[in-house]
């Protein structure tokens, strides 16, 4: 299964990024074997829309679940339409963040759970 998940760096070793929209990488994790990709986010100096357009870059890599810190209510209805399950709270590094997700430390969330424009 691939898992985005919100990071400060390009490793698995990086920091879960508590921001969505203004994170500078993604990384696209196959939860089986654990290898990734590293994306930069290109929405992260928007002007505004970060959310949505990082949400989009998101969805467009086929991913079924994010990991991230905070998601506010633009990028939430937009990853949630794309049928993304959306998991907030996430900490730690990247790995350790998607083995707990694996080990089923996680819940989906079901609304955004910081305001618009919160990683400003």
Do not use: W
């Amino acid at each position: 299964m691939r898992i985005a998940v919100t990071a400060k760096g390009n490793t698995l070793d990086a920091q879960v990024d508590p921001r969505f929209g203004r994170c500078p990488m993604f990384l696209i994790v196959e939860s089986d074997d654990m290898t990734f990709e590293a994306l930069d986010n290109s929405a992260a100096a928007a002007g505004g829309g970060a959310g949505i357009q990082a949400a989009q870059q998101v969805a467009e890599k086929d991913v079924k679940v994010l990991l991230t810190g905070n998601c506010g209510p633009n990028a939430f209805r937009t990853l949630d339409a794309a049928g993304v399950e959306i998991v907030s709270g996430a900490s730690g590094t990247v790995k350790e963040a998607v083995e707990a997700y694996k080990a089923g430390k996680f819940k989906a969330a079901d609304n955004a759970n910081v305001d618009s424009h919160n990683g400003m």
